[in-house]
């Protein structure tokens, strides 16, 4: 497994390529270990990184499954992450919006940010639908605003009648 490296005078690691790999190992060692036989895990769900890309910053997003939770998460894929302690809260911009993230810390992984979707994940009855549901909210998140419709046109009985205007 190949931990975040940092770049040349950063003192964080970076991702280089997508971290979708390392992100399935550790998480499927932590499902092994601190989190096996928790009442709060769903057995119906295994650890699966889903839809990871760059951001228009260079850093990873995507969502993580886990049998605990359902997580967007995001990692630093260039320089410019921000610096902050664990537990802390960073807000990441996105062309869907502007989202709160939580800081966090793994000794496999290093520093990422996460934001809870589903927390436990007892909801979801099988496992493709939590991917399902994980690729669809990727897929929102990197997804332009819907624009507003537009103002609906006056319109005279005559225009509505098809006799013009």
Same mark, same amino acid.
């Given at each position: 497994?190949?931990? +975040?490296?940092?770049?040349?005078?950063?003192?964080?690691?970076?991702?280089? %390529?997508?971290?979708?790999?390392?992100?399935?190992?550790?998480?499927?060692?932590?499902?092994?270990?601190?989190? #096996?036989?928790?009442?709060?895990?769903? #057995?119906?769900?295994?650890?699966?990184?889903? %839809?990871?890309?760059?951001?228009?910053?260079?850093?990873?997003?995507?969502?993580?499954? *886990?049998?605990?939770?359902?997580?967007?998460?995001?990692? /630093?894929?260039?320089?410019?992450?921000?610096?902050?302690?664990?537990?802390?809260?960073?807000?990441?911009?996105?062309?869907? %919006?502007?989202?709160?993230? *939580?800081?966090?810390?793994?000794?496999?992984? %290093?520093?990422?940010?996460?934001? =809870?979707?589903?927390?436990?994940?007892?909801?979801?009855?099988?496992?493709?639908?939590?991917?399902?549901?994980?690729?669809? +909210?990727?897929?929102?998140?990197?997804?332009?605003?819907?624009?507003? /419709?537009?103002?609906?046109?006056? =319109? =005279?009985? #005559?225009?509505?009648?098809?006799?013009?205007?």
């Amino acid at each position: 497994m190949s931990l +975040a490296q940092p770049l040349p005078g950063a003192a964080i690691g970076v991702w280089a %390529g997508d971290p979708s790999p390392e992100l399935v190992a550790v998480f499927a060692a932590i499902a092994d270990t601190r989190m #096996r036989d928790l009442p709060i895990c769903n #057995r119906q769900l295994r650890v699966e990184a889903v %839809g990871f890309q760059r951001t228009a910053a260079g850093h990873w997003a995507g969502a993580m499954v *886990t049998p605990w939770a359902v997580n967007l998460l995001c990692l /630093p894929g260039a320089t410019g992450w921000p610096a902050l302690a664990a537990c802390a809260k960073h807000e990441w911009e996105f062309p869907s %919006g502007c989202y709160e993230f *939580t800081v966090a810390d793994e000794a496999s992984l %290093g520093n990422y940010h996460l934001c =809870s979707l589903f927390s436990p994940a007892l909801e979801f009855d099988s496992h493709e639908a939590a991917r399902l549901t994980a690729l669809a +909210a990727v897929r929102a998140l990197f997804a332009e605003p819907l624009a507003e /419709p537009a103002a609906p046109r006056a =319109s =005279s009985r #005559r225009a509505f009648l098809g006799l013009g205007r």
